[in-house]
T-cell receptor
Framework: EPEVTQTPSHQVTQMGQEVILRCVPISNHLYFYWYRQILGQKVEFLVSFYNNEISEKSEIFDDQFSVERPDGSNFTLKIRSTKLEDSAMYFC????????????FGSGTRLTVV | QKEVEQDPGPLSVPEGAIVSLNCTYSNSAFQYFMWYRQYSRKGPELLMYTYSSGNKEDGRFTAQVDKSSKYISLFIRDSQPSDSATYLCAGYNQGGKLIFGQGTELSVKP
């Protein structure tokens, strides 16, 4: 079964450092997303991406965050200057169409900011 | 008011029990509803996807949507210890954003 692949599975970084979280969405999907889940809290939407541009972003997704699809297969989330409160699980997801059918999540990257 | 509300539990049932998980939502723009299962420190895994009011069945799982009362449910028949996980309901509109509930932690005891 097709899956969304995320790397690394766990990243530890010092406060103020930049991190790049990587995702390989399902190959024929067109819509890409990032979500995050702080420990013990709900899964929260960060950003959606379609046709090489951001289609929607949440209030969490401020100027320290950016997304990119540098080639035909990868989708990345960059956090420019990490803060302690950025520590969370970050999930990438992709879907094939605008109805959300087949909306599939990766296993996540656990980001720990120290 | 939160867009999707879900009792976080925890909910503990004996093996073989019927489990009922429920959510309410406030956003009338939601057109689709999903149920995801999440194991500890793993990504959400899609269980059920529904569009219209009514029931949808898949094996031991039944999803129910009542748009008039903005109420969604997931029923698990003959629950198994392997069903122990957190169950997340979510609403989706054509903007592409999923709005999740808090998740209900379920434990099925052998």
């Amino acid at each position: 079964e097709p899956e969304v692949t995320q790397t690394p599975s766990h990243q530890v970084t010092q406060m103020g450092q930049e991190v790049i979280l990587r995702c390989v969405p399902i190959s024929n999907h067109l819509y890409f997303y990032w979500y995050r889940q702080i420990l013990g809290q709900k899964v929260e939407f960060l950003v959606s991406f379609y046709n090489n541009e951001i289609s929607e972003k949440s209030e969490i997704f401020d100027d320290q965050f950016s997304v990119e699809r540098p080639d035909g297969s990868n989708f990345t989330l960059k956090i420019r200057s990490t803060k302690l409160e950025d520590s969370a699980m970050y999930f990438c997801a992709s879907s094939g169409g605008g109805t959300g059918e087949g909306y599939t999540f990766g296993s996540g990257t656990r980001l720990t900011v120290v | 008011q939160k867009e999707v509300e879900q009792d976080p539990g925890p909910l503990s049932v004996p093996e073989g029990a019927i489990v009922s998980l429920n959510c309410t939502y406030s956003n009338s723009a939601f057109q689709y509803f999903m149920w995801y299962r999440q194991y500890s420190r793993k990504g959400p895994e899609l269980l059920m996807y529904t569009y219209s009011s009514g029931n949808k069945e898949d094996g031991r799982f039944t999803a129910q949507v009542d748009k008039s009362s903005k109420y969604i449910s997931l029923f698990i028949r003959d629950s198994q210890p392997s069903d122990s996980a957190t169950y997340l309901c979510a609403g989706y509109n054509q903007g592409g954003k999923l709005i999740f509930g808090q998740g209900t932690e379920l434990s099925v005891k052998p």
